[in-house]
């Protein structure tokens, strides 16, 4: 992975957070809404206000959302950078891939016309 120790560090942490589905659809939530509080996500969830506000501290803990003290409320929003840098990762790696699956089908192809050379397919 390109970028350091850091950054593969920060990719695991974001990938691990977005395992679950509970913090996946709090993060659709949040940036359909833009910002909410852990009492607003949870009337939308089939889990209690408790347990938005841990997941919600996994996702902070990733750097997916940030909460922000109004009042007496914290509200939430998503923070999309580390969002980003894991895109990036994944693109990275998926040009990879396509990269080498290029090599194999140029080596097979080559094999093939060689193959055809040799017995005088045309």
Not at 16 to 28: K, Q, S, V, Y
Not at 102 to 117: G, L, P, T
């Amino acid at each position: 992975m390109t970028g350091g120790p850091d950054a593969a560090g920060a990719v695991d942490t974001v990938l691990t957070a977005l395992a679950d589905p509970t913090r996946r659809r709090l993060l659709e939530l949040l940036a359909a809404e833009g910002e909410a509080t852990a009492t607003t996500l949870a009337r939308q969830l089939p889990v209690s206000r408790q347990a938005v506000v841990k997941h919600l501290a996994v996702l902070d803990a990733a750097g997916l959302v940030t909460g922000g003290r109004v009042g007496r409320e914290v509200r939430y929003a998503v923070r999309p950078a580390a969002l980003d840098a894991t895109a990036r990762w994944m693109a990275s790696l998926a040009a990879d891939w396509d990269r080498r699956l290029a090599r194999i089908k140029h080596v097979a192809e080559a094999a093939e016309r060689a193959a055809r050379a040799e017995h005088g397919d045309p």
